[in-house]
């Protein structure tokens, strides 16, 4: 039974953490800024993805030391299709591993990895950011 001084004023709610999270072991990608002072954002300015594949290989990362959890949203910028979406990534964990809603065909597309951020205490949502990006698929 937790503390009660440890347990949230929702009760004893669990973030609900991506099972595909794992330890980041790499440098850091470079900060591309874009969100509330004191929260790391990694910057994507291309994504590599094989044609015709819905599970791909990507890299979400939620820097080491950030205050918050991240939830990773892959969208189209012209259509606004969501083709992926994760649960809660916790700081210095990465997301490589995931399905997409759908395959792409070869080509570039332009899209926005939106990035939600939650606390790390009770889940409310903090500031994210949009961070543009072009899928290349081949």
Do not use: H, W
Not at 116 to 128: F, R, V
């Amino acid at each position: 039974k937790p503390d009660t001084a440890q347990a949230n004023v929702q009760g004893d709610i669990q973030p609900d953490i991506d099972p595909n999270a794992k330890d980041y072991e790499n440098s850091d990608p470079k900060d591309e800024g874009g969100a509330a002072e004191g929260i790391a954002i990694p910057g994507y300015p291309s994504i590599r993805l094989p044609a015709n594949a819905r599970d791909v290989q990507v890299a979400f990362l939620n820097p080491a030391g950030n205050p918050c959890y991240f939830t990773f949203e892959l969208a189209l910028k012209e259509s606004g299709e969501s083709l992926y979406t994760s649960k809660l990534v916790p700081p210095g964990k990465v997301v490589t591993d995931i399905t997409l809603s759908r395959a792409l065909k070869p080509g570039e597309y332009n899209a926005t990895i939106k990035i939600s951020t939650s606390s790390l205490e009770d889940q409310s949502p903090m500031n994210g950011a949009n961070v543009e990006t072009v899928l290349i698929v081949k």
